[in-house]
């Protein structure tokens, strides 16, 4: 391990936002019991949000953005993980109140880390991101409340955002047949590449 490392660093003073990379050391890390080698994190708007002023995003200063990271333990403090492990953190305010993933190295406690997925990659768990997870559960809580094939059409709403890009693939994936509602009248080629059947305009025109 090296004694610095690289961090995208968020910091304000007097009302001024910079964004800067910095050489950071792991003593500035924040605690726990878990130091992971970043290898991945994906690009969310709620990251963007935290590099300007007044967002509301950022809880304290200096901030690394990032609110999900794939990476390989460097070293443990808990039987829970070993170096070596390939393992995901995502939620539990990473990014806005706590240290995240746009940095070389990561320091987390224990209770906010999985373990990578055996059927997918650190990167291709970051494809997916925090916007693939989201999707995910919603769809995961829907089939729960009884929807299923046999209802055959789904509505999904802002469908060219991360979340609602990732919802038609996935509901075309499963067998839905997905209608897509946007706002933006050139969307309807991706859409439909994406796998919807149908895409219709939240916008009325007069």
């Given at each position: 391990?090296?004694?610095t ?33 970043v ?7 709620k990251d963007a ?27 443990s ?12 953190v ?8 706590r ?25 291709e ?21 009884g ?10 709403r ?33 859409l ?6 149908e ?8």
């Amino acid at each position: 391990m090296t004694e610095t490392f690289k961090a995208f660093v968020v910091d304000e003073q007097d009302g001024k936002v910079t964004n800067q990379i910095k050489n950071l050391t792991i003593d500035d890390l924040p605690e726990g019991e878990v130091l992971i080698k970043v290898k991945y994190s994906g690009i969310n708007y709620k990251d963007a949000l935290a590099t300007v002023a007044n967002s509301k995003i950022v809880q304290s200063y200096p901030m690394i953005p990032g609110i999900d990271l794939a990476g390989v333990v460097e070293k443990s403090d808990t039987p829970a993980f070993n170096p070596g492990d390939e393992v995901i953190v995502t939620g539990y305010d990473l990014g806005t109140s706590r240290f995240g993933g746009f940095s070389e190295y990561a320091r987390v406690k224990e209770e906010q880390i999985v373990q990578l997925p055996k059927d997918l990659t650190l990167e291709e768990s970051m494809i997916y991101g925090t916007a693939g997870y989201t999707a995910g559960l919603a769809i995961e809580k829907l089939e729960h409340n009884g929807l299923s094939v046999e209802n055959k059409e789904v509505l999904v709403r802002g469908a060219t955002g991360g979340v609602g890009t990732l919802s038609v693939m996935m509901l075309n994936a499963i067998g839905y047949k997905v209608i897509a509602s946007t706002g933006k009248d050139n969307a309807e080629a991706q859409l439909k590449a994406l796998g919807a059947r149908e895409v219709i305009s939240r916008i009325t025109k007069n």
